[in-house]
């Protein structure tokens, strides 16, 4: 059974970077030849496609936040991190991240709270 | 503003019907049968109901069911239960620019 367990600081502060790590377990991240993504979630909103990374280091990325986010793998540890730059309130979010498959997001972590603020 | 259109609520009596429509261009849910539907239940993390339009992942009800027509996909949940009370979002693939656009989601009220 795959799980997936975001990791990271709570409170990030304005135009500071948030940087978040999902830890893959119960399955290899490359072996599986997979994407794996991040989606979020801002206080009583909908949910916003942050990217997604495939098993290789390719990266796709939601083209509101291009500009400020990166996706990162890190096979050795089973790791895939999130980093968003020059955050704002606006990023105020959980933070899920996501195993996509077949064009769905077939496994969610369980989401970890991110607030911005000073 | 969300890229593909839902109702904000939607509601039934148990074991009635309640569909919910989800409306894009042709270039989101139009242009590819990639539309995905998932229930949300306060505080925890969505869950994948429906995958390409119309499939059931293992072990989700076949009380729900998707469709597509055109540019507008629909998620029917039919006998409606207690637990089906919750937040639901679609999403669809959108090409290799913008790959996936959500849904704002709807709330389905169990009466």
């Known amino acids: 059974q795959l799980q997936l367990q975001e990791s990271g600081p709570g409170l990030v502060k304005p135009s500071e970077t948030l940087s978040l790590t999902c830890t893959v377990s119960g399955g290899s991240i490359s072996h599986s030849r997979d994407y794996w993504g991040w989606i979020r979630q801002p206080p009583e909103k909908g949910l916003e496609w942050i990217g997604n990374i495939y098993y290789s280091g390719s990266s796709y990325y939601n083209a509101t936040l291009k500009s400020r986010v990166t996706i990162s793998i890190d096979t050795s540890k089973n790791q895939f991190s999130l980093k968003v730059n020059s955050v704002t309130a606006a990023d105020t979010a959980v933070y899920y991240c996501?195993?996509?498959?077949?064009?769905?997001?077939?496994?969610w972590g369980q989401g970890t709270m991110v607030t911005v603020s000073s | 503003q969300s890229a593909l259109t839902q109702p904000p609520s939607a509601s039934g009596s148990p074991g009635q019907s309640v569909t919910i429509s989800c409306t894009g261009t042709?270039?989101?849910?139009?242009?590819?049968?990639?539309v995905s539907w998932y229930q949300q239940h306060p505080g925890r993390a969505p869950k994948l109901m429906i995958y390409?339009?119309?499939e059931r992942p293992s072990g989700v009800p076949d009380r729900f069911s998707g469709s597509k027509s055109g540019n507008t996909a629909s998620l029917t949940v039919s006998g409606l239960q207690a637990e089906d009370e919750a937040d639901y979002y679609c999403t669809s693939y959108a090409g290799s620019t913008n790959v996936y656009v959500f849904g704002g989601g709807t709330r389905v009220t169990v009466l």
């Open positions: 042709s270039s989101d849910v139009g242009g590819y049968n990639y």
């Open positions: 390409h339009v119309s």
């Open positions: 996501v195993r996509p498959r077949d064009y769905a997001f077939d496994d």
